[in-house]
């Protein structure tokens, strides 16, 4: 099951502290594939800890608007990030989701999403980009078949 919130002051009481027993903040959290619009975000776990899911939070740095993803009953330790914009700084968190409880959140991961004109720059570093309507002109091809006498 997946659950997604999006408020001003997030999904859950900020102010509790984890159960004595709940798991350890994941650890390497990290961003990868990230374009102007999506990334992916991955993390560990500690060897010994039976985790069932995970929490995350994502929001835009310098804004209160939060994004929460909780998703339970997986092993999965990466999660795309989606409806991104381009060229913004985010900030994300990962919790780790155990029989016990949320851990603690992971240390702040902040990464800025490129711009669409970045990505397409970067992509085709060197090689010329697909034809489009403005490269040339353009024209028609008629065929007819034989003429028999």
Known sequence: RRWICASQRGCSDSGASPPPDSP????????????????????????????????????????RMLRFIQEVNTTTRSCALWDLEEDTEYIVHVQAISIQGQSPASEPVLFKTPREAEK???????????????????????????VHD
Not at 32 to 54: P, Y
């Open 24 to 63: 350890s903040a994941p650890v390497n959290v990290t961003v990868r594939h990230l374009k102007a619009n999506s990334a992916v975000v991955s993390w560990d776990v500690l060897e010994d800890e039976v985790v069932i899911g995970f929490a995350i939070s994502q929001q835009k740095k310098d804004v």
């Open 120 to 146: 397409m720059t970067s992509k085709n570093k060197g090689r010329p980009g697909p034809p489009s309507a403005r490269d040339g002109v353009w024209g028609a091809v008629v065929w007819a078949g034989a």
